[in-house]
């Protein structure tokens, strides 16, 4: 993607999506936390219905500490990889609470000393909760910005450290967003949906899909 087409790229997106946000459910920083854990290598939708049962009877780390371990699985365990993801929230909620006061950090670096808590789900948190400029590469943006050539990469790093050097200021903040639903509905992994992409013109695919 050429530089010149970066900003009317997110223009675009913006335009039709004035105020992403993300697709899980939660109303608190550690809710949050909690549900981007629970998400890796599952979708939002399976995460969603399982913290609907369990943030309504536990939705702080102390709360959690309190279900105990076999309390907390039997929440959580129609997501995939319940029983690692649990012992690991376990943890997390017993480092906040003797660490932390009971708070998340905002700092990357302690967010990242939490198990189960990598640069990925450090950069939502980051990014969703305290609205600062961080870069969560999950599959869908990796997709993205290899296809459209925004950030070309080996590896999530690699993509990420492009994306933060290539979106312009006033679209930082949300790009992480606009990247993601644009990845998971129109530019599919198999199939992209060229024919109604509103931002193709910018794209640097050139074997565009027909449509059906």
Request: with cysteine; net charge positive; hydrophobic share 45%.
């Amino acid at each position: 993607m050429k530089s010149s087409h970066i900003a009317p790229f997110f223009a675009t997106l913006k335009a039709a999506n004035p105020q992403p946000n993300t697709e899980l459910e939660y109303t608190s920083v550690f809710e949050l936390l909690a549900a981007v854990l629970l998400s890796a290598q599952a979708t939002d939708v399976g995460v969603n219905k399982a913290t609907r049962k369990l943030f309504p009877v536990a939705n702080t780390p102390q709360a959690i500490l309190d279900l105990g371990l076999d309390g907390l699985t039997d929440y959580i365990k129609t997501i995939g990889l319940f029983r690692s993801k649990a012992r690991h929230l376990m943890e997390t909620c017993r480092m906040l609470v003797e660490l932390h006061g009971g708070l998340v950090p905002r700092s990357r670096e302690a967010l990242e000393a939490l198990p189960g808590v990598g640069r990925k789900t450090a950069n939502v948190v980051l990014n969703v909760a305290f609205g600062q400029a961080a870069m969560a590469v999950d599959t869908h943006i990796f997709r993205v910005s290899n296809r459209t050539g925004l950030a070309p990469g080996k590896n999530p790093l690699q993509v990420e450290l492009q994306l933060m050097k290539r979106i312009p200021a006033e679209y930082l903040v949300d790009a992480h967003h606009w990247l993601i639903l644009h990845g998971r509905y129109v530019c599919l992994a198999r199939k992209p949906q060229c024919w109604r992409c509103g931002v193709s013109q910018f794209c640097g695919l050139k074997d565009q899909t027909p449509a059906p």
